[in-house]
């Protein structure tokens, strides 16, 4: 290939409507949720608990109610990232021709970018599970409900969020095959899965210090400083 020639336009079409795809996935996972519910409670939830703006921290510090929005805001950002982004992007006449499947798979990177690192908070985000099991749920729902079911086993039997989110990270390339998942969106699962363990390095530290406490949500809607 020569690569001193332009690229021939149909390509440089593509091409930019892959990098649309990602900027709208990015900037649609890039909304602090958890962030955004903490300062309506007049909290700021990157300075209490754990630190982070993920639906855990924030079930943690403001109660039940905060947690569960925040955890079901995230995944609809993942879902919608999926469901939405490419269906817009192939009803416009640039758009129109360009792989489905393609433009999903771009829109789920994005999307858990943006959560993972919103450049709203100096590119400090969550640790994407919530998010990344909405993109299961756009693109493979039966694979979504075994990850969330081996998410569900192991917080019951541990009572650590951290480990049940690691093992769902990890069965994630797993339950996608078992569900009929393409090869490229088992890979895809098995790269953001390596992501999401990698953000929960802090969490591997302090279990493997025994610091790290067992779930327990809090009791009314004050901030707690205990550590996550």
């Known amino acids: ?6 690229l021939p336009r149909v390509l440089r079409v593509e091409y930019l409507t892959y990098a649309i795809a990602a900027l709208l996935a990015y900037l ?6 958890g962030y955004l519910v903490g300062r309506a409670r007049g909290v700021d939830i990157r300075q209490t608990g754990s630190g982070n703006i993920g639906a855990t921290n924030v079930l943690r510090v403001l109660g039940k109610p905060a ?3 925040v955890l079901i805001v995230d995944s ?6 999926c469901w939405l982004i490419p269906y817009v992007i192939r009803q416009t006449s640039f758009g129109a021709g360009s792989c489905k499947e393609c433009l999903e798979l771009v829109a789920a990177i994005g999307v858990i970018l943006g959560h993972n690192y919103t450049c709203w908070l100096n590119f400090k985000g969550g640790k994407g599970i919530a998010t990344t099991g909405g ?5 493979i729902p039966a694979g979504c409900g075994l990850a969330v079911s081996v998410w569900a086993i192991t917080l019951v039997i541990t009572r650590y969020v951290s480990i049940a989110s690691i093992m769902a990270a990890i069965s994630l390339p797993f339950v996608v095959w078992l569900t009929g998942g393409s090869r490229a969106l088992i890979i895809l699962v098995a ?3 390596a992501l999401a363990i990698f953000k929960h390095k802090a969490n591997i530290k302090r279990l493997l210090d025994g610091t790290e406490p067992r ?5 009314s809607n004050s901030a707690e400083k205990s550590k996550v």
């Open 76 to 81: 609809l950002k993942g879902a919608l990232a």
């Open 67 to 69: 947690g569960i929005a």
């Open 191 to 193: 790269v953001l899965g």
């Open 28 to 33: 649609l996972g890039s909304v602090p949720t």
């Open 1 to 6: 290939m020569d690569f001193t020639k332009p």
């Open 135 to 139: 993109v299961l749920l756009a693109l």
């Open 215 to 219: 779930f327990r949500a809090a009791k």
